[in-house]
């Protein structure tokens, strides 16, 4: 399965909102410190409702102690600043699904390493300037699984215990 990897995000709401939807998928959760929240913060347990057990999540105090955590797969980060619509990349199955924190997005340091993978979530910007973070999240993973789901010819399925 991919992995989703939210990077210093601020808003406990929307990271409970993306531990459910990584419940829902059996998708392992990474969460990059700094946080904008305690991990025991009310609001964050209340978005994820009682679904936590279901969610494997783990906390990295940096991008190294992500690197040497996470062994293989592809980075693939996501930017409004990407110049590949998230619509026409393959995925893999061991992708690294990368999102910024919801006021800065993803430095541009760390773009720059991985410009060949930077991916946008296609929208009209003349009327929206982004999309919520839990929502761009959904939006990917849910596109991610499909494509692997129509390369394994498993379907959904393959999601069941």
């Not at 955590?69 to 990407?82: E, N, T």
């Not at 993978?117 to 009209?124: A, F, G, K, Q, T």
């Not at 929206?128 to 929502?135: E, H, Y």
Request: hydrophobic share 40%; aromatic share 10%; with cysteine.
């Amino acid at each position: 399965m991919p992995r989703v990897i939210l990077y210093q995000p601020e808003i406990p709401q929307n990271t409970g909102n993306v531990a459910r939807t990584c419940a829902a998928t059996h998708t392992p959760l990474h969460l990059v410190e700094p946080l904008g929240f305690r991990v025991s913060d009310r609001h964050l347990k209340r978005a994820g409702l009682d679904y936590w057990h279901h969610v494997d999540v783990r906390v990295h105090r940096d991008l190294d102690d992500l690197r040497n955590f996470i062994h293989g797969g592809r980075w693939i980060c996501f930017s409004a600043r990407g110049d590949l619509s998230f619509y026409d990349f393959k995925f893999m199955q061991e992708d690294c699904l990368f999102f910024g924190s919801e006021t800065k997005g993803l430095p541009d340091s760390f773009l720059e390493n991985v410009s060949n993978c930077v991916l946008r979530v296609p929208l009209d910007r003349s009327r929206v300037r982004s999309l919520n973070l839990a929502t761009t999240v959904g939006v990917v993973l849910y596109e991610t699984i499909r494509q692997l789901a129509l390369a394994d010819r498993h379907g959904f399925r393959a999601l069941d215990p």
